[in-house]
């Protein structure tokens, strides 16, 4: 349907699979430092929620999530969940926030909101300042302190991440890998509606 719009570059995506493995790697990768866990919970974010890049990431016309974003919550069951309220990119003028649910799924690199909360607890930040506090950050290059990460950050994350699986053609991986790769996740379940889909 979007013939007219110019031809792209073919993307591959992360799976649910890449996820686990690229967990099982551990290291530096996974979280040995505050931007290695950000940047995981990005990308497995972006997978988990079908995001774009520009969704997750702060870009020159547009300031992306904050922490006060991001709810945790618990169902009478036990069982946590959070949800990420998040300003859909391809939309005219100002778009509300949507709501994404993410529920606890048992550990490992697809479990988004335990990957969340990893990330939290590298980053912490008072409850005064979580509506200015982009929900992932990084430490900025110069003049100390954090910025908020671009879509060039988890373009390279991913890409370094695909070259550590395996997948050295860098140029086949994006920011928009993880949103590709959920929905074919998605659509394995035999759950997702055409609508939710699309």
Do not use: N
Not at 30 to 44: E, I, R, V
Not at 122 to 141: E, G, I, N, Q, Y
Not at 143 to 164: P, Q
């Amino acid at each position: 349907e979007d013939l007219t719009a110019g031809s792209r570059s073919k993307r591959h995506g992360f799976r649910r699979r890449h996820l686990r493995k690229l967990w099982k790697l551990g290291g530096t990768r996974c979280g040995g430092s505050q931007h290695a866990t950000t940047m995981l919970a990005a990308l497995a974010t972006a997978w988990h929620v079908l995001a774009r890049g520009g969704e997750l990431c702060s870009t020159a016309q547009r300031a992306g999530p904050m922490r006060s974003d991001v709810e945790y919550k618990v169902l009478s069951t036990g069982e946590r969940y959070a949800i990420i309220w998040l300003r859909p990119l391809k939309t005219k003028g100002v778009a509300p926030k949507v709501p994404q649910y993410v529920q606890e799924a048992g550990g490992g690199g697809a479990d988004v909101y335990m990957l969340l909360r990893r990330m939290e607890a590298a980053d912490p930040v008072s409850s005064a300042a979580r509506a200015t506090t982009p929900l992932f950050r990084t430490r900025a290059k110069r003049g100390g302190g954090f910025r908020s990460i671009t879509v060039a950050h988890l373009r390279k994350y991913t890409r370094d991440c695909a070259a550590a699986l395996g997948y050295l053609i860098r140029k086949q991986w994006g920011a928009h890998s993880g949103r590709i790769r959920g929905a074919t996740d998605l659509a394995s379940t035999g759950k997702a509606s055409e609508l939710l889909l699309k």
